[in-house]
Structures are given as structure tokens and as C-alpha cells.
Nanobody, 123 residues
Framework: VQLQASGGGLVQAGESLRLSCVVSGRTFSAMAWFRQAPGKEQEFVAGARGSSTIRYTDSVRGRFTISRDNAKNTVYLQMNSLKPEDTAVYYC????????????????????WGQGTQVTVSS
């Protein structure tokens, strides 16, 4: 199993980016995005089990959207209205378990991780 994240870059505040995570090897019901800023702990950003159970951390709700293309075995994170505090390395993750809503945000529940993609938002 491999998760390949891409789409990061340097943008100005208020702009948008779309991250992609291509999964090879098998399909997963639950997938998520986490991020880690310099000097900070890893933080949950968004997670989805299927297309109906979706969770966001409060700081991104209304600006970020997680989605999936099952035909391409790819999960996306559309990030709009980016802020400097969104600057971080973003990681996609996949779980072998059918996670419930409350479990989507816990990193320990994910079995596979991508390599990370850097997002930098300038003010």
C-alpha cells in the first residue's frame, strides 16, 4: 500500500490550493488529512468515511472540503481562503477500520500515511 500526496505550494493569504492523495494497493473506507506546523504537534484537519461521514477541525470548517474519487482511488482536500496559520506539512492517512465519526480525528486509528506535502501561506 502506498499513499502519494501532492498539490502543496506557496500561495498568498486568501488563495486556494487542492491537495491530492493517490492510494495504490487497496481501497480504504476511512481517509483523512492531518498537518504539522513547525514546532507544533500533528493536527487533524479533515476525515471521511465513505461520502457521508465527514469531519473537520473547527479552524478549517467552511474553508476546506474533503472529497473522494473512488474510480481514481484518490482523496482530495480543497483549501480555500487560506490563512498564514494554515502553513504546515499536510499528510494523508488511511485506515483499515470502518471509523465512526468520533474516531476520524485520532491519528492512532490510521494505518498508512503519505509522505507529506508542504503548504505555505504568506500574509
Amino acid at each position: 500500500v502506498q499513499l502519494q500526496a501532492s498539490g502543496g505550494g506557496l500561495v498568498q493569504a486568501g488563495e486556494s490550493l487542492r491537495l491530492s492523495c493517490v492510494v495504490s494497493g487497496r481501497t480504504f473506507s476511512a481517509m483523512a488529512w492531518f498537518r504539522q506546523a513547525p514546532g507544533k504537534e500533528q493536527e487533524f484537519v479533515a476525515g471521511a468515511r465513505g461520502s457521508s461521514t465527514i469531519r473537520y477541525t473547527d479552524s478549517v470548517r467552511g474553508r476546506f472540503t474533503i472529497s473522494r474519487d473512488n474510480a481514481k482511488n484518490t482523496v482530495y482536500l480543497q483549501m480555500n481562503s487560506l490563512k498564514p496559520e494554515d502553513t504546515a506539512v499536510y499528510y494523508c492517512a488511511a485506515s483499515r477500520s470502518n471509523l465512526i465519526f468520533s474516531s476520524l480525528s485520532q491519528a492512532a486509528n490510521y494505518d498508512y500515511w503519505g509522505q507529506g506535502t508542504q503548504v505555505t501561506v504568506s500574509s
